[in-house]
């Protein structure tokens, strides 16, 4: 529903507070309803599950989440099991690994770097190097390999391989060592596959090909520039590019496990690519990073990156769906960044609204996070009712039907008053008045029915209807939504 909906009553002739839906629920209402059974399936076919029960059904020990809303985290919750060994729970500051989106935090320390003259986003990769040479041959001849290919993996760079991480009593190779496929590497070494620009392919040894640029250019390890440009920054206060995790933060940093939710052996993997795979950090950090992009893209943060630098991040670079760091994408009627991660035992997405300032982290330590987050990411776009959610409004003017008010006996308006719900989160109230029957949506103002028969009302303000509907026995048991040839039902609930 909904959109629609909250459009209709709110043009009934007053002004709403805020942009935002369903205004007075608070975190605690909505947690309530992204956590209990949902009113429809879902694509997965799981919305008849509470988080309980999906988390336990798909072998997930541990999840965190953060919410973000009118660009605050608007809350932050941990569940279940952070370590099945030890039975240490989850906690809003349990650390997981990042996987994937340590890619768009590495991202904003190059774009810093270019910020400060460093380098620009379209040198030579070879020219910001001194510590090792990509060998282009034939494909860099037209168009040399430059930091803004390898942030978006178009550069023509193939790997292909993801990083599966070392035990930690492994010895680790060093960045040098990975992208010249060493023996001591578990990667073989990267290598160019095309000319720069001809076709976008998701490249983790591009990444890290540019978090050596970055260390050298700089003059500094990696975890350094990252904690001194970026993380401290922000205030991402529960992260670090440290690998392996130092004994003080291991101490709440959740376990790896498998599809059944068991431990694997090692607590973790080590992730010496740091840039590509390497940051630890919980949902609230990762927030405060999308509000800091959010923020920064309308000019009203700047810590890190400029409005104009950031919007590096935000745009595709031309070919391919990724622009310096984040993918970019056109969800329903909004255009969302986004990255998801996945390492050894850990899945985990960010997703955030370009302009709207909502948003959404998950974080799971388990192989088979990626279809709780999945369910829960819908969950939430539903109940704070997203944009992605949302359908094209149709174009072309139509002459509004002339509709006729009739006389309908204060018994029959009697049997529709109540309350009737569309989601979990929406609804709508029914009440009888001395005027007439009267409706408010969750969080609107009040405006007037008139009926069109003794089941079918409309709304003068917006060309919108509603039809109640009756069981054999005539008992109200549902009302239908009607505007632009579209329909919506919720049913009555009191």
């Avoid at 920054?233 to 498998?258: C, V, W, Y």
């Avoid at 369910?375 to 992605?388: K, T």
């Avoid at 989601?423 to 405006?447: D, F």
Wanted: net charge negative; hydrophobic share 40%.
């Amino acid at each position: 529903m909904n959109l629609r909906l909250m459009v209709a009553l709110s043009l009934a002739g007053v002004a709403l507070p805020a942009p935002s839906v369903a205004q007075d629920r608070t975190p605690a209402d909505y947690i309530a309803a992204i956590e209990s059974v949902q009113d429809s399936a879902g694509e997965d076919g799981l919305g008849d599950k509470t988080i309980e029960e999906l988390m336990k059904d798909l072998g997930v020990p541990g999840m965190s989440i953060a919410v973000i809303k009118d660009f605050e985290v608007h809350w932050a919750k941990g569940y279940g099991i952070a370590d099945v060994e030890t039975g240490a729970p989850v906690d809003t500051e349990t650390m997981f690994q990042a996987a994937s989106i340590s890619k768009p935090v590495a991202a904003m320390a190059v774009l810093e770097a270019v910020q400060d003259g460093l380098f620009t986003l379209d040198d030579d990769i070879n020219d910001i190097l001194t510590s090792w040479t990509l060998d282009g041959g034939e494909f860099t001849r037209e168009r040399p390999v430059t930091p803004r290919w390898l942030t978006s993996h178009t550069s023509g760079l193939g790997d292909g391989f993801g990083f599966p991480g070392y035990d930690p009593d492994d010895p680790l190779p060093t960045v040098v060592q990975i992208l010249d496929g060493h023996q001591v590497s578990n990667v073989e070494p990267v290598f160019m596959e095309r000319a720069p620009m001809a076709y976008y392919e998701y490249s983790g040894g591009g990444v890290t090909v540019m978090q050596q640029a970055l260390s050298d250019a700089r003059g500094q390890p990696f975890a350094d520039i990252m904690q001194e440009h970026v993380l401290d920054p922000i205030g991402m206060t529960n992260s670090a590019f440290e690998q392996p995790l130092s004994p003080a933060r291991d101490r709440n940093a959740a376990r790896a496990h498998d599809r059944d939710g068991r431990a694997m052996g090692p607590k973790w993997h080590v992730y010496p690519e740091l840039a590509a795979a390497g940051l630890w950090t919980t949902p609230t950090d990762l927030a405060r990073f999308a509000i800091e992009v959010q923020q920064s893209a309308i000019g009203q943060a700047n810590r890190v990156l400029s409005r104009t630098t950031v919007q590096e991040m935000l745009a595709p670079v031309g070919v391919g769906n990724f622009a310096v760091g984040f993918s970019i994408s056109k969800r329903g009627e909004g255009w969302y960044f986004s990255h998801g991660g996945g390492n050894w035992g850990f899945r985990c997405t960010l997703l955030a609204h370009q302009v709207k300032g909502y948003g959404l982290v998950i974080m799971t330590n388990a192989e088979r996070g990626g279809t709780l987050i999945a369910e829960i990411s819908r969950r939430i776009q539903r109940a704070y009712q997203w944009d992605s959610m949302a359908e094209p409004v149709r174009r072309g003017y139509h002459s509004p039907v002339e509709r006729r008010e009739v006389e309908v006996s204060r018994d029959i308006l009697s049997t529709y008053v109540g309350e009737y719900v569309f989601s979990p989160v929406m609804s709508i109230v029914v009440t009888l008045e001395e005027t007439g029957l009267l409706v408010q949506a969750t969080g609107q103002p009040v405006v007037p029915l008139f009926a069109e028969s003794e089941t079918k009302f409309f709304l003068r303000v917006i060309d919108a209807q509603l039809t109640f509907i009756k069981d054999d026995a005539g008992t109200v048991t549902s009302v239908i939504f009607h505007q632009g040839g579209t329909r919506e039902t919720a049913e009555k609930v009191r």
